[in-house]
């Protein structure tokens, strides 16, 4: 079967228009994944930063205790 004018037409219209939606959604895919992945790292650094923090108040509190 042989399309002509039009219909060639809308049939390649269809086919950009999925091409779009697949790279919008492909895209969106990416942005989410790139926005978790920062999520997770900054979460890492603040668990980091807590964890030193702990570490130094617990060797304070040994000096204080050493100095009695």
């Given at each position: ?31 989410q994944?790139?926005?978790?992945e ?31």
């Open positions: 079967s042989c399309l002509v004018g039009s219909e060639m037409c809308i049939r390649d219209r269809i086919n950009t228009g999925w091409q779009v939606i697949k790279l919008l959604h492909t895209g969106v895919r990416r942005e994944r790139v926005r978790a920062d999520r997770r790292r900054e979460w890492e650094g603040r668990e980091e930063k807590h964890k030193r923090k702990k570490k130094e108040e617990k060797g304070q509190k040994e000096d204080t205790k050493d100095e009695m």
